[in-house]
């Protein structure tokens, strides 16, 4: 195990009817600003458990955050949030939201312009904020990421920075989703846990334990949410999944993956897909290609997950990876390419965007452009059942 940190300041406020505690969790005599995006949160009546919660309390409010947050949009809230002197954020909304929010947090502490913040990579200063979270997907909740878009060049990168006070998750709150929002958001939490946890053996068995049992609990709780996304125990096991798969207690002393991720946004960037989606597609692919390197922790992942115990190395690791593209298709999503009518052009542009950065992802940072190439070519072919 490598030596590690371990702080994560975030008070997690978990259960049914928690908004309402609001007022003793925001401090008194804060200029508060409150973030939103579309609409959402007036159509599932979260607003108004909000607007109740915080009655006597003065806000100002900013709405229009769109998904995959645009710099463009949280440069207007950045100005409205100096011209009013606030002081502490709360967002309320999915990881759209939050993660606009904590750039707004940045741009307001700072004269930096806000895109520079975001290609630094780090935000050294922020004003306080907070959430009341909507989606349960990204685990921005509980972690000091944020990942933003900027309209104009289809670009989307993440910065790091301080993690919210605290987060409130109602599990009721997602009674409103879609099917389609929640798949992409069991793919988002069980690909965070793949991007921590597949890549060497023998580092941690603690790590391993902790995050196969979060992998093994999205596994078992997809199915019945599909039967019933309205099933108070199932969404806060689903909630809550999703925020430790990303909240920095299944990485301690560990290596870690991202290249999935860093090539899922692109696709994003330039396709508009949905993020959860975008990495359903990848994941399969860079298993594919990445298979030698990882063959170990495939043949664990293999046993341990889907009960993989016969054929050689290389035939379990297969299988374990044909296994992860079918529970991704089991939710509801394409896992090809080829399905969402992206092809060869596409893949040229990510190889020469990479190969320009000088990318290496990966735990072993080999992940180029040229791998990249690779991955995305193995996402092309028409999916068979293998
Ligand atoms: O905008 P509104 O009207 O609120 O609608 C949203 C949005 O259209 C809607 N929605 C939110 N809560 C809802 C709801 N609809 C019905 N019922 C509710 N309870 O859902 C749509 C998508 O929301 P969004 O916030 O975009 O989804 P998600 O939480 O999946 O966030 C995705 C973003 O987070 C980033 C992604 O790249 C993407 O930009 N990520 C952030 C990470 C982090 N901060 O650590 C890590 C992740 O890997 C990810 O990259
Ligand atoms: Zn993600």
Same mark, same amino acid.
């Given at each position: 195990?490598?030596?590690?940190?371990?702080?994560?300041?975030?008070?997690?406020?978990?259960?049914?009817?928690?908004?309402?505690?609001?007022?003793?969790?925001?401090?008194?005599?804060?200029?508060?600003?409150?973030?939103?995006?579309?609409?959402?949160?007036?159509?599932?009546?979260?607003?108004?458990?909000?607007?109740?919660?915080?009655?006597?309390?003065?806000?100002?409010?900013?709405?229009?955050?769109?998904?995959?947050?645009?710099?463009?949009?949280?440069?207007?809230?950045?100005?409205?949030? =100096? *011209? %009013?002197?606030? &002081? @502490?954020? /709360?967002?309320?909304?999915?990881?759209?939201?939050?993660?606009?929010?904590?750039?707004?947090?940045?741009?307001?502490?700072?004269?930096?312009?806000?895109?520079?913040?975001?290609?630094?990579?780090?935000?050294?200063?922020?004003?306080?904020?907070?959430?009341?979270?909507?989606?349960?997907?990204?685990?921005?909740?509980?972690?000091?990421?944020?990942?933003?878009?900027?309209?104009?060049?289809?670009?989307?990168?993440?910065?790091?920075?301080?993690?919210?006070?605290?987060?409130?998750?109602?599990?009721?709150?997602?009674?409103?989703?879609?099917?389609?929002?929640?798949?992409?958001?069991?793919?988002?939490?069980?690909?965070?846990?793949?991007?921590?946890?597949?890549?060497?053996?023998?580092?941690?068995?603690?790590?391993?334990?902790?995050?196969?049992?979060?992998?093994?609990?999205?596994?078992?709780?997809?199915?019945?949410? =599909? *039967? %019933?996304?309205? &099933? @108070?125990? /199932?969404?806060?096991?689903?909630?809550?999944?999703?925020?430790?798969?990303?909240?920095?207690?299944?990485?301690?002393?560990?290596?870690?993956?991202?290249?999935?991720?860093?090539?899922?946004?692109?696709?994003?960037?330039?396709?508009?897909?949905?993020?959860?989606?975008?990495?359903?597609?990848?994941?399969?692919?860079?298993?594919?290609?990445?298979?030698?390197?990882?063959?170990?922790?495939?043949?664990?992942?293999?046993?341990?997950?889907?009960?993989?115990?016969?054929?050689?190395?290389?035939?379990?690791?297969?299988?374990?990876?044909?296994?992860?593209?079918?529970?991704?298709?089991?939710?509801?999503?394409?896992?090809?390419?080829?399905?969402?009518?992206?092809?060869?052009?596409?893949?040229?542009?990510?190889?020469?965007?990479?190969?320009?950065?000088?990318?290496?992802?990966?735990?072993?940072?080999?992940?180029?452009?040229?791998?990249?190439?690779?991955?995305?070519?193995?996402?092309?072919?028409?999916?068979?059942?293998?």
């Amino acid at each position: 195990m490598k030596n590690f940190v371990f702080q994560n300041p975030t008070k997690l406020v978990f259960g049914k009817g928690e908004i309402a505690r609001l007022p003793e969790l925001l401090p008194e005599n804060v200029n508060l600003m409150l973030t939103f995006g579309g609409g959402s949160v007036k159509r599932n009546c979260v607003y108004d458990q909000v607007k109740e919660a915080l009655k006597g309390r003065n806000y100002i409010e900013f709405w229009g955050i769109e998904p995959n947050p645009h710099v463009e949009t949280l440069r207007k809230a950045i100005q409205l949030g =100096k *011209e %009013n002197k606030i &002081d @502490y954020l /709360l967002a309320v909304g999915g990881g759209s939201v939050l993660d606009g929010t904590k750039l707004i947090a940045a741009g307001i502490a700072s004269e930096k312009e806000a895109w520079d913040i975001v290609l630094e990579g780090y935000a050294p200063e922020q004003i306080a904020f907070a959430s009341v979270m909507t989606v349960p997907a990204t685990g921005s909740e509980m972690n000091g990421a944020a990942v933003i878009s900027r309209d104009e060049t289809k670009e989307k990168y993440g910065f790091f920075g301080d993690y919210p006070r605290f987060s409130i998750l109602d599990p009721e709150v997602t009674y409103s989703l879609s099917e389609h929002q929640i798949a992409c958001g069991l793919a988002d939490a069980f690909t965070h846990v793949m991007e921590q946890y597949m890549t060497t053996t023998g580092q941690s068995r603690i790590m391993d334990r902790w995050a196969e049992g979060v992998l093994s609990s999205i596994i078992e709780i997809a199915p019945k949410i =599909k *039967e %019933n996304p309205h &099933d @108070y125990d /199932l969404m806060a096991d689903y909630m809550l999944a999703a925020t430790l798969a990303l909240n920095d207690f299944i990485r301690m002393g560990i290596t870690q993956d991202w290249a999935t991720h860093n090539i899922g946004h692109e696709l994003t960037a330039l396709h508009g897909t949905t993020h959860g989606h975008s990495l359903a597609i990848v994941l399969p692919g860079l298993l594919r290609v990445l298979k030698p390197q990882k063959q170990a922790k495939l043949v664990q992942y293999g046993e341990r997950i889907f009960g993989i115990t016969t054929g050689t190395d290389e035939e379990r690791a297969n299988k374990a990876i044909a296994l992860t593209e079918a529970f991704y298709r089991s939710l509801g999503l394409t896992t090809r390419l080829s399905e969402e009518g992206i092809g060869e052009e596409t893949i040229e542009i990510i190889a020469k965007r990479f190969n320009e950065r000088g990318a290496a992802y990966g735990e072993n940072q080999n992940v180029t452009g040229e791998v990249t190439r690779e991955i995305l070519e193995s996402c092309l072919p028409p999916y068979t059942l293998s």
